[in-house]
C-alpha cells in the first residue's frame, strides 16, 4: 500500500501575516493554507499576495502540503489573485464558495489545467453540488466552511453540530465517491482545547481525514485526534496476523476481540498502520 499524504492539522496562516507566515516553517502541522480570502482585510489583499510570493519563494515549509486560498473568482481579487499566484511553490490552489464545477473550471482556465485545485465547501448551492464539483479531474480536496455555512443556513452552532451534519455529510460523500481528501471546517473557541477535542474526534468519526485550524495552540490536539492511536495500531496488527493465519487454514473470517474480521476489516486495518507510518515518518 502507498504511504498516504497525513492530512490531520491543517492551518490557516493570514498572508498578511508575516510572522506567521515565519512562525509555520516550526508548527508540526501536516499542512498551511496560506490565506488570502477572509483572514487578509481588503485594504492589504494586494499586498498580501507579494508577502505571501517571498514567503513561498524562500521556502522552508518541508513536507507539509503548501495551500493558497485565493478570493473568489467573482471579487475584486479573485482573478487577479489566480493570475498572481499561479506560478508560485504551492501544492494545490483552494477556492472558496464553490457553487459548480463550472467555478472550478473558471480557475483551471487561469492557473492552468495541470494544477490541483481544492474547494471550500460552504454555501447551500456548494454541497448539493458538491458530487459535481469532486468530479471535476482537478479537484483534489474539499474543505467545509462552517462558518459560512451556518451563516448561509442562518443555524446556530451547537456542540453536537447537528443542523450542519447532513451538509457535511453530504460533502463527505462526494469526496469519497471520487477519492478525494476532506477536511473538516474551524473551531472558533482556540483556547477551549476540551471542545475542539470532542469536535476533532466527530469530524474522525464522520471519515474527515483531518482539521482546519486558525491558530498554533490547536495543533497537538488535532494531531492526536486525527492520528492512529497506541490501541488501534496494536488492534490493526492483530487483525491482520489473525485473518492471515485463518486464510492459510482456509478459513475466511477470524475473530479477535470477540469480533469477526473479514477482507474488508483488513484493507481498514493497513489503512491505519500506512496512517501511522506516514504519520511517524514526518
Ligand atoms: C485568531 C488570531 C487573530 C489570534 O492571533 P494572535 O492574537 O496574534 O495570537 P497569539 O498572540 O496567541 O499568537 C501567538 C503566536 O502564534 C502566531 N500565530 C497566530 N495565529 C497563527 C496562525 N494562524 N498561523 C501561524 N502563526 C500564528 C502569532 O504570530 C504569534 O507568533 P509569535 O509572535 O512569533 O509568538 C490568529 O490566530 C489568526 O489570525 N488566525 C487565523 C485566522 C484565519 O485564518 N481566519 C480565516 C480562516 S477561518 C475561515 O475562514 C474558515 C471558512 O472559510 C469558514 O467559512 O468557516
Ligand atoms: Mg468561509
Request: contains cysteine.
Amino acid at each position: 500500500m502507498d504511504m498516504p499524504r497525513p492530512y490531520r492539522s491543517v492551518l490557516y496562516i493570514p498572508a498578511s501575516k508575516e510572522r506567521a507566515l515565519d512562525k509555520a516553517r516550526s508548527l508540526d502541522v501536516d499542512a498551511i493554507i496560506f490565506d488570502l480570502e477572509d483572514a487578509v482585510t481588503p485594504d492589504a489583499k494586494v499586498e498580501a499576495r507579494d508577502t505571501l510570493k517571498a514567503a513561498l519563494k524562500e521556502g522552508g515549509y518541508g513536507a507539509r502540503a503548501k495551500i493558497i486560498r485565493l478570493n473568489g473568482l467573482d471579487s475584486a481579487w479573485g482573478r487577479e489573485d489566480a493570475e498572481a499566484m499561479k506560478d508560485a511553490e504551492a501544492d494545490a490552489f483552494l477556492l472558496p464558495k464553490v457553487s459548480s464545477a463550472a467555478d472550478v473550471e473558471a480557475l483551471a482556465a487561469i492557473i492552468g489545467k495541470d494544477k490541483d485545485i481544492w474547494a471550500m465547501i460552504e454555501t447551500p448551492m456548494g454541497v448539493m453540488k458538491a458530487e459535481e464539483i469532486a468530479a471535476h479531474p482537478q479537484m483534489k480536496g474539499f474543505v467545509a466552511g462552517t462558518n459560512d455555512l451556518a451563516k448561509e443556513l442562518n443555524c446556530r452552532f451547537r456542540a453536537d453540530r447537528l443542523p450542519m451534519i447532513t451538509s457535511l455529510s453530504m460533502m463527505l460523500l462526494a469526496a469519497k465517491a471520487h477519492g478525494i481528501v476532506a477536511i473538516d471546517g474551524v473551531y472558533n473557541q482556540f483556547k477551549d482545547d476540551e471542545g475542539l477535542a470532542a469536535e476533532c474526534a466527530q469530524g474522525r468519526d464522520m471519515g474527515f481525514e483531518g482539521k482546519t485550524l486558525i491558530h498554533p495552540a490547536q495543533v497537538a490536539v488535532c494531531n492526536e485526534a486525527f492520528s492512529p492511536s497506541a490501541e488501534e495500531i496494536d488492534l490493526a496488527e492483530r487483525q491482520i496476523a489473525a485473518f492471515e493465519e485463518t486464510e492459510a487454514s482456509g478459513q475466511g473470517v477470524a475473530v479477535v476481540d470477540g469480533k469477526i474480521v473479514e477482507n474488508l476489516h483488513v484493507e481498514t486495518a493497513r489503512k491505519i498502520l500506512a496512517l501511522a507510518e506516514a504519520v511517524s515518518a514526518r
